[in-house]
Nanobody, 115 residues
């Protein structure tokens, strides 16, 4: 059974920073891709950032130049470094992993950007 466990969410002021972590229960090399999605109240879940097994990345337009996805292969962990946070970044952030045709999700971590 594959498990993804997020951490690092919390309350931050506008303009602040947070780093989210996603620890996988197996080698992240086994995933075709890993990523971060978010879901705000009343909205659909959306892709934030994704990293492929080969290391290529892509980002939602709304977070480009502010967020960075990275991974630590030895720790089987994927990170989402978030800078210049805005109130509209407030959402539950979910870690996602794809192995062939199966998709796995973490339980989510709340990020609230508010003064």
């Amino acid at each position: 059974q594959v498990q993804l466990v997020e951490s690092g969410g919390g309350l931050v002021q506008p303009g602040g920073s947070l780093r989210l972590s996603c620890a996988a229960s197996r080698s992240i090399f086994s995933f075709n891709s890993m990523g971060w999605y978010r879901q705000a109240p009343g909205k659909q879940r959306e892709l934030v950032a994704r990293i492929s097994s080969g290391g290529s990345t892509d980002y939602a337009d709304s977070v480009k130049s502010r967020f960075t996805i990275s991974r630590d292969n030895a720790e089987n962990t994927v990170y989402l470094q978030m800078y210049s946070l805005k109130p509209e970044d407030t959402a539950v952030y979910y870690c996602n992993g794809v192995i062939i045709e199966r998709t796995y999700w973490g339980q989510g971590t709340q990020v609230t950007v508010s003064s």
